[in-house]
């Protein structure tokens, strides 16, 4: 069996896990939603408030591969940690029927910490490069929120074109994201190069232009929290 094929049963036997438990409450999925919000939100206006931007993706990758630099974010990375970490084990009491390995449970507290830094780094960098490519458009500053929620879709599928129907940024989705990393380990270094090169090949000024003819919801509101719960 393959490395990928391990990976994917793992995936499935996660899920099968979470089934089994009878759902995560909600108050701690709104919780680590919440705190993901407000982690991403800190880690995009720091590379805002600076004026070293990525230019390219050949940057964007050497940025990558050094020291994630996120000490300052140190604190609500680790609210994150806190809150994903109890979901993580969750799911691994309802596996113990399963092929789920247990060693990945007694570090999940840590593989959820490195999933979360690592991630955190990745989204800062590849939105160094979503504003170097909005502020030469435009000639303007690059609202946060459009960087953000850029970012955030070409993160979580680098395929897929960023629509700009609304301004919701899909928090939901990247917790749910972090939380199966943090279960099973997965590197994401190749899925941010992807991430690297979509950015790279947008049309910055369109996506701008399209942003400010948005209807835009007050920022508590627009970060794309569903009901979905958050679970691998």
């Not at 140190?74 to 399963?98: N, S």
């Not at 000639?139 to 609304?166: H, M, S, T």
């Not at 508590?220 to 958050?230: A, F, L, M």
């Amino acid at each position: 069996m393959t490395v990928k094929e391990r990976l994917s049963g793992y995936a499935t036997a996660a899920a099968s896990a979470r089934r089994s438990t009878g759902g995560l409450s909600l108050t701690s999925a709104s919780a680590l939603v919440d705190a993901v919000g407000r982690l991403v939100d800190a880690a995009v206006a720091r590379v805002l408030l600076s004026d070293n931007r990525v230019t390219s993706v050949d940057e964007g990758r050497l940025r990558l591969t050094r020291q994630s630099g996120t000490e300052d974010l140190a604190d609500k990375v680790q609210r994150v940690v806190v809150l994903a970490t109890p979901i993580v084990r969750t799911v691994a009491r309802g596996a113990k029927f399963t092929r789920l390995p247990w060693v990945m449970i007694a570090s999940s507290s840590v593989t959820v910490g490195i999933a979360v830094r690592t991630g955190i780094h990745e989204i800062q960098v590849l939105s160094s490069l979503v504003a170097y490519r909005i502020e030469r458009a435009t000639g303007a500053p690059a609202d946060p929120r459009l960087v953000e929620k850029i970012a955030v879709d070409l993160y979580l599928n680098p395929k897929r074109k960023p629509e700009l129907r609304d301004d919701r940024i899909r928090l939901v989705r990247l917790a749910r994201k972090w939380v199966l990393l943090g279960a099973l380990g997965r590197s994401t270094s190749k899925r941010a190069g992807k991430a690297l090169e979509a950015a790279d090949k947008l049309d910055a000024g369109e996506l701008a232009t399209r942003w400010n003819a948005l209807p835009h919801s007050p920022k508590d509101r627009g970060r794309g929290r569903g009901s979905d719960p958050v679970r691998p």
